[in-house]
């Protein structure tokens, strides 16, 4: 449900993207996604690819039960976030995406053909040595990978046990706002926070609770992009942490509130990484 | 021979003379007309009863032969200018240079031999009545007191220099004539024929040699780039000649850098094609001047080894490259085209992408203004680029001036410009116009429903062309051939229209090629190209038919730099065409070094009003400058500079003083109105290489030059008889060519030479046997008609 909020400052033309948006998600479906091992031959030039990986622990550790069925981690907002980011991608810019996204494991034999990847929910992420070693070969041959939604210390420190094996020795940077990644297309001058949407209320901040994460959590308040680079500088992985703007991206026609105050900033934000990653 | 019979004189004397009358048409010569129109009068009588038409017949061969009875009373002269005896001299000018000491090819003589024992034989005695002064040339044009002192020793054969300088500047007397006797194998500088003709003097040549050395085998032609940069691969440019007749024959050809051998290869020696031009591929290594050699194993029979083996300097230092790179969408191959050039710190990419349908970002720019408003705001700006590779971008993108400018871009410039595929690529992107279609390798449709710009799996693979060009070579522990066919499957390609007669085709890819599970099924379609080249003007352009290169990239291990050193090598080859700005060139000729400097504004107009100084650094060290004085009727400056010691000198411009750029561009009209006013063209922090040189500056220039003078093998190079040349030789002058096995006319040409001092004569010709024999076959014709129409006698 919808939250109610008396904004007055709606804008047309966040209307009228909402309502293209709901017309769209409601018109027919051509494909919700690729199979895994299938490749439809189009003419569009990104898959937007969602990694597959497991998790430890039990329920509401490496999967849990929202709307009526139960999630693994890495499914999280799959496959509806990629759907309208790809719908955004085509009307808002240059690039051209499938409407098809692709979830594939991190050993798959083509995986080298998604030149960008993109992994959620990774707090409970645990990697095999195959994994491993497939994803230390697709950086080090320029794939760039983005993680997202993970919120506080456990689960940064999940990620970060995970990614010191696939690189180690290699250290984390937080993006400066003055990085070019916050500069592509848009220019961000603040890194949005994005909660999920059942916890998006108007008037109580945007950061999600504490029970809903791995704890210790410690501070959620603050959403950052840490990176790894290369040894020349450029971006490996990218890691939106405390933020879950896949979520603003598969929410966006749950409310204009909602629109209006996160799916904006969290598109903005992709378009920046995507056109970050197809150009350095 | 018979003419001389007949006519009593030789043909110089008719080509030359005038024919007149040296009797008196007096008393004796009218009445000698009366008496033979009385008797003809007479003996028409006798012919009455003929038919007219016999009549008439008999007259008119009655009256022939009455003229030539007439003429003959008339005492004809032909009145010639024919050299003063004593008065004269014929210079005799014999080639001393090193291939006179090989064999002349007719008997066991050599060529120097033969050319004695002429002169001793027949030239001496053809100059009579004329002074004799005998001169030889190699390195330069000598006296010489006798035939015997003359030697084959010079390594160098300055025909053309040497003619020139005697015919100019001999002052012992009035010069009639020039004989030169040689092979022809001019390898010193050029001289001007119009120079040779305006002399004056005739030059008769005689040629000595055989016009081909069989079983030999001669490297006649090694060329390299003046310049290449440290851990590339180079091309050198070799022609073979040969005269094999071994239809199997093969020979091995190796580049070295001292000792070390830098590649080899074989060639096939087809009998039928007695001259192979090919190319060799080799690493130039590290920094620093190499003196590169290319050897062919000569076979065991070869008569002349001296020929089969070149060297040239290379200078491996670094050169820069600016690259235009303008792309319509954000994609993976704009991405990894930016990665791989990355690696070469050599390669300085500048990058305009359009994000959004109103946005576009700018990457390696040098300074927040340039690409500001899209493409270069000016013909010089576009000028300072080396390259321009357009990806999937609309024709629209630029306008009419703009797309005029690209073309002048390649044509004048000799920019490389690259087209990659894509939705919005050639035909699907409009760029059927003119005059970039014209440009292209290939031929460009017009737009049409029609998407040429599919995706699917495409297998690559060189053509026979590819495999012989710099652009195939990418590396890899296998044949070059095996390291195409493990490439990774390509996953676009783009239909080309017809390669262009110029054009040639690098790559092929093989389409129709499906999964099934693991396997790879091929279909086997038609090849379909992929990368086609072409030059155009002083550049290149180029198709490639793809934009999924990036798979090359990223389905092979991280170590795996096929994808890397294709795109550089590609990026190399085309920018590596582009004119520098200025150029010091440097020739070895002899002692001497022949220094030029071209200089050009931005708009890569000739620079003339200036003043040009170079730095002049010989073997030993102790340097000097030089100005160079602009070359009458040419936009270059040059010397020729003294260079006595022998080996390695450098030149390099040491001044450019004046000659403010001529022109300065205007700006283009504004762009389209995606590119316009409010476009928000992003200049990121970091973005910016820290070089900026290539903005202001010109990388490509070319400020120094080296090169090597003396010590020099080249006698032993195209050491066959040159007929051709020497035949030009004499008709540019007035003079004849010679077989030394027929100079039997030798003597009346020297007499009648155009040139020195004359006296005039009238040569007597009432005793010319021809009168006779025309005055007999008249009357015999006369009398034989008579006879068979039955009239009297």
């Known amino acids: 449900m919808m939250p109610a909020h008396p904004t007055a400052g709606r804008k047309l033309t966040a209307r009228l993207l909402l309502v293209v948006g709901a017309l769209i998600l409601a018109g027919p479906t051509v494909a919700q996604f690729a199979d895994e091992d299938g490749i439809t031959q189009t003419n569009d030039e990104l898959w937007l690819t969602r990694i597959r990986y497991d998790s430890v622990g039990g329920p509401r550790q490496a999967y849990y039960h929202y709307d009526g069925r139960w999630w693994e981690r890495w499914e999280t907002d799959f496959p509806q976030a990629e759907q309208n980011f790809a719908k955004r991608l085509n009307e808002l810019t240059a690039v051209t995406v499938s409407p098809a996204p692709l979830r594939r494991r991190l050993t798959h034999p083509a995986l080298g053909d998604s030149p960008l990847i993109f992994m959620s929910d990774v707090g409970y992420m645990q990697l095999s040595k195959s994994e491993i070693d497939a994803l230390r070969t697709y950086l080090a041959n320029g794939g760039f990978l983005w993680v997202d939604d993970f919120w506080g210390d456990a689960e940064w420190a999940s990620l970060e046990r995970a990614m010191a094996d696939v690189l180690p020795g290699k250290r984390w940077i937080t993006l400066p706002i003055e990085h070019p990644i916050f500069h592509t297309v848009f220019d961000i001058e603040v890194m949005p926070q994005i909660p999920a949407r059942d916890y998006a209320r108007w008037g109580r901040g945007t950061t999600e609770p504490s029970f809903e994460h791995r704890r210790p959590t410690g501070n959620m308040s603050t959403p950052s992009i840490r990176a790894y680079t290369d040894d020349d500088g450029r971006l490996m992985v990218i890691a939106t942490h405390n933020t879950d703007i896949a979520d603003g991206w598969e929410r966006e026609s749950y409310g204009e509130w909602y629109f209006e105050n996160f799916s904006t900033k969290s598109y903005r934000v992709g378009i920046n990484v995507i056109v970050y990653a197809l150009s350095h | ?793």
Not at chain 2, 49 to 65: D, E, G, H, K
Not at chain 2, 439 to 467: F, I, Q
Not at chain 2, 531 to 536: E, R, W
């Open chain 2, 1 to 793: 021979m018979w003419f001389e019979w007949l006519f009593k004189y030789p043909r110089e004397a008719y080509a030359q003379g005038e024919l007149a009358f040296a009797g008196d048409f007096g008393v004796l010569w009218w009445g000698a007309v009366a008496v033979l129109l009385t008797l003809g009068v007479v003996f028409g009588r006798r012919v009455a009863r003929f038919s007219m038409l016999q009549r008439a017949t008999v007259y008119l061969l009655q009256i022939a032969a009455i003229a030539v009875l007439l003429t003959l009373i008339a005492e004809p002269v032909l009145e010639v200018t024919r050299l003063a005896p004593g008065a004269n001299t014929v210079a005799v000018l014999v080639d001393s240079s090193q291939s006179m000491a090989l064999p002349a090819g007719t008997n066991d003589e050599t060529r120097m031999e033969v050319a004695k024992r002429l002169i001793s034989d027949e030239i001496e005695s053809a100059s009579r009545g004329s002074e004799v002064a005998l001169f030889h040339f190699g390195d330069a044009l000598q006296q010489a007191g006798t035939v015997a002192e003359v030697q084959a020793e010079g390594d160098r054969s300055r025909l053309l220099e040497s003619l020139t300088d005697l015919a100019t500047h001999y002052d012992q007397g009035a010069l009639a004539t020039v004989i030169v006797v040689t092979d022809g194998a001019h390898n010193g500088g050029s001289v001007g024929w119009e120079t040779l003709a305006e002399t004056g003097i005739p030059v008769h040549s005689i040629g000595v040699g055989p016009a081909d050395i069989p079983g030999d085998v001669e490297l006649a032609e090694l060329v390299l780039p003046s310049r290449a940069s440290p851990h590339t691969q180079v091309a050198a440019h070799l022609v073979i000649r040969h005269s094999s007749r071994d239809a199997d024959g093969k020979i091995r050809l190796r580049v070295l850098d001292g000792e070390s051998v830098l590649a080899a290869e074989s060639v096939t020696l087809d009998p039928s094609s007695p001259t192979i031009a090919t190319d060799i591929l080799f690493p130039v290594g590290g920094a620093g001047l190499r003196e590169v050699t290319v050897a062919l194993e000569a076979p065991p029979d070869d008569p002349l080894p001296g020929n089969n083996v070149q060297s040239a300097l290379l200078d491996v230092d670094r050169e820069r490259y600016r690259v235009l790179y303008l792309e319509g969408e954000p994609r993976w191959e704009f991405k990894f085209i930016r990665r791989a050039t990355a690696e070469d710190d050599d390669i300085e990419l500048v990058t305009w992408l359009r994000t959004t349908p109103r946005k576009t970002y700018r990457q390696g720019t040098s300074d927040p203004d340039e690409l500001a408003d899209g493409f270069p705001e000016s013909l010089e700006a576009l000028y300072g680029y080396d390259m321009v590779i357009i990806g999937s971008l609309p024709a629209t993108s630029l306008n009419d001036e703009q797309h005029d400018w690209l073309a002048r871009f390649v044509a004048e410039r000799g920019g490389g410009l690259l087209a990659i595929a894509g939705r919005q690529a050639l035909d699907n992107g409009g760029w059927d116009v003119k005059p970039m279609a014209q440009a292209l390798p290939v031929t460009v449709a017009r737009p049409s429903e029609y998407l040429s710009y599919r995706r699917g799996n495409y297998r690559v693979h060189p053509t026979d062309d590819g495999l012989r060009s710099v652009l195939t070579d990418i590396g890899g522990e296998e044949s070059r051939e095996r390291n195409w066919e493990t490439l990774p499957m390509l996953a676009d390609h783009q239909q080309l229209g017809t390669p262009k007669p110029g054009a040639t085709v690098i790559l092929e890819a093989f389409g129709g090629i499906e999964r099934r599970g693991a396997d790879v099924v091929v279909r086997g379609s038609p090849a379909k190209p992929l990368l086609v080249t072409q030059p155009y003007g002083y550049g290149r352009t180029a198709v490639l038919a793809t934009a999924s290169t990036w798979r090359w990239r990223m389905r092979t291990p991280p170590d795996d730099t096929r994808h890397s050193l294709f795109w550089r090598h590609l990026i190399r080859h085309f920018a590596g065409s582009a004119l520098p700005r200025r150029r010091l060139s440097l020739a070895a000729d002899g002692d001497a070094l022949d220094v030029r400097v071209a200089l050009k504004n931005p708009r890569f107009e000739p620079l003339t009003d200036t003043a040009v100084t170079v730095q002049v650094t010989p073997p030993d060290g102790e340097s000097f400058e030089v100005a160079l004085p602009r070359i009458a009727g040419e936009s270059t400056f040059g010397e020729t500079i003294p260079a006595a010691t022998p080996g390695i000198y450098r030149v390099e411009m040491a001044g450019i003083s004046g000659g403010a750029p001529q022109t300065e561009g205007g700006r283009p009209d504004a762009l389209d109105s995606v590119n316009s006013h409010d476009v928000d063209m992003q200049v990121a922090s970091g973005e910016t290489p820290g070089v900026a040189a290539g903005r202001l500056g010109y990388p490509r220039d070319a400020l120094a030059a080296l090169a090597r003078v003396g010590e020099t093998n080249l006698e032993q190079f195209a050491a066959t008889l040159n007929e051709p040349l020497l035949r030009r030789v004499a008709e540019t002058t007035g003079g004849a060519y010679w077989r030394p096995d027929d100079l039997s006319g030798l003597a009346d040409a020297l007499a009648f030479s155009s040139a020195g001092i004359h006296e005039r004569q009238q040569l007597p010709l009432w005793n010319a046997p021809f009168l006779f024999v025309l005055l007999v076959l008249l009357k015999c014709a006369e009398w034989s008609l008579r006879r068979y129409w039955g009239g009297g006698i």
